[in-house]
């Protein structure tokens, strides 16, 4: 109605000013600081005002000589604004150590980029989480990983699991790391954390290594395929695979007719296995750019794009619709790269998308410890909502959804989460529509009744505001809610709000926020 929109229009201008961004907001207020006016805190005034529907007996007493108490959020919502001096919301305090003790994290700007300390501080690490990297092997002795390596494998030269378990002439089959590269992308993934050497890992997960490379430098695809069954078998929650291959008319085949490869990344989806792989370094090849890089290909994958530590896609990513995330893979000077364990019991510097992939394989495994039924598919939405878009345009084929960002990760999976969360607008400028998508991450708890609206400014003048837009949307879901006959142009700003109780304008996240549409 026309006297709706009205109302909207003030609250709504009030409420734009507060909030930029896509994120939900960061932390709950369960509560509130309050300081009773000096006028009110005589017992008889107690009385007079407790006749008018002030419940004192909701006050907890922090400083009766100050004036000052607790309220909960619920009671303070009813309770009389006028003798209130004052309201503070009772934050989260948090301790100001060091998170970790480790030797060389100082040189590791790639996890503090991501937001690890926030996962390391509220002790979400994967711990017991399985994770598979298919690569060259790994160094099961070096001080870093040997309490990280539960097994490692050697699959190359189609050696199978059984080989490597009951060795046919009884001669032990090692796993170990000829090259580096393996143990490289191990480190980033569980590098043990606070043993006063070396570096941190993400996660603290159980790695178990599959080595598919011979000492040409090569591998097969046969024995990729037994390194994923043999993962399967071994009960892996995630595999990495920072390796690939790309198919070239000479090879008289088709990259869509690896049917073998298809299937057996299907075995691993269907089991709830979530594989993550290096999008590939292309990017920069003059003759044939970009070229798809399987596995990261695979619409059973995730694909993993590198950024370098501004958070710049990286001149060497492979950039295509197949790329769900970017992650830290450096560039230039040594310095620049990602520091990790490497052979002889050292650490080195690299770089390379190979060594952005395990950052996203590792945060798997951190939310795998928080909801233990994480698959794929829900793996990727949570991908869509917490990644940092750098572009501000959503989706992009270079860095896919975003830079990622364990701390919103860690934020969305937790079950006490109550908000929304929604993604980049996406404005269609010849169908004049705009799209956006809206994700519940209740585990348990359908969202009914969300009001969605829209809100456009031009050269910071309201100039329109949509109807109200109800959904319901189911757990751990999204629904796309679309506005039509929406006109935006470059010197417009576009804001989508979303509340659960119109009467009290109360928002549930962040509003979703498109500047300078074009």
């Not at 037994?226 to 390796?243: G, Q, R, Y």
Request: charged share 20%; aromatic share 10%.
């Amino acid at each position: 109605s026309i006297r709706m929109k009205k109302k909207f229009i003030v609250f709504l201008f009030l409420l734009t000013t507060m909030f930029s961004g896509v994120y939900a907001a960061e932390s709950s207020v369960d509560g509130y600081i309050i300081k009773i006016k000096d006028d009110y805190q005589t017992q008889n005034t107690k009385i007079s005002l407790m006749s008018k529907g002030n419940n004192f007996n909701s006050l907890q007493p922090i400083s009766k000589d100050w004036g000052m108490y607790y309220i909960s959020k619920e009671e303070y919502e009813s309770f009389d604004k006028s003798i209130i001096e004052y309201a503070d919301p009772d934050l989260d305090i948090y301790l100001l150590d060091d998170v970790v003790n480790d030797e060389y994290y100082n040189l590791q700007w790639n996890m503090q980029m991501i937001n690890a300390e926030y996962a390391w501080n509220f002790n979400y690490l994967g711990s017991g989480i399985k994770v598979g990297v298919i690569d060259s092997g790994t160094s099961p002795t070096h001080p870093d990983l040997i309490n990280s390596i539960k097994a490692a494998y050697d699959m190359s030269d189609g050696k199978t699991l059984e080989d490597n378990l009951n060795p046919p002439d009884g001669t032990r089959i090692s796993g170990q790391d000829k090259f580096g590269h393996g143990t490289k992308v191990s480190g980033i993934i569980a590098a043990q954390m606070n043993n006063e050497i070396g570096i941190a890992g993400l996660s603290q997960a159980e790695l178990y290594s599959f080595n598919i490379i011979t000492s040409s430098g090569k591998g097969k695809v046969s024995d990729f395929i037994s390194a994923m069954e043999a993962a399967l078998e071994l009960k892996c929650d995630i595999i990495n695979m920072s390796i690939g291959f790309t198919v070239d008319s000479s090879q008289e085949t088709d990259l869509d007719e690896l049917k073998s490869v298809n299937e057996a990344l299907g075995k691993l989806n269907d089991a709830g296995i979530i594989v993550v792989a290096a999008s590939g370094n292309n990017a920069s090849d003059k003759n044939n750019p970009n070229k798809p890089n399987y596995p990261a290909y695979s619409d059973k994958v995730i694909g993993v794009g590198a950024v370098d530590m501004y958070k710049k896609i990286t001149y060497y990513s492979t950039h295509n619709n197949k790329v769900d995330i970017s992650a830290p893979g450096g560039v230039g000077a040594l310095s620049k790269g990602v520091y990790s364990t490497s052979l002889n019991n050292r650490y080195e510097y690299d770089i390379g998308t190979s060594f952005a992939s395990p950052h996203v394989a590792a945060a798997a495994a951190v939310i795998k410890g928080i909801i233990p039924n994480l698959n794929h598919d829900n793996f990727e939405k949570i991908i869509k909502y917490t990644s940092d878009d750098i572009t501000k345009k959503g989706y992009s084929e270079y860095y896919g959804w975003g830079v990622l960002n364990i701390k919103k990760m860690i934020d969305l999976a937790n079950p006490k989460s109550t908000v929304v969360y929604m993604s980049t607008p996406v404005y269609d400028k010849t169908a004049n529509e705009l799209s956006i998508d809206i994700f519940n991450p209740s585990q348990i708890s359908a969202k009914e009744n969300i009001c969605v609206i829209l809100v456009v400014y031009s050269n910071n003048t309201l100039q329109y505001v949509s109807d109200i837009q109800y959904k319901t949307i189911a757990p751990f879901s999204e629904k796309t809610v679309v506005f039509g006959d929406v006109s935006v142009n470059e010197n417009s700003s576009v804001k989508v709000m979303c509340f659960t109780d119109i009467a009290n304008i109360s928002p549930v996240c962040e509003p979703a926020v498109l500047s300078n549409a074009e």
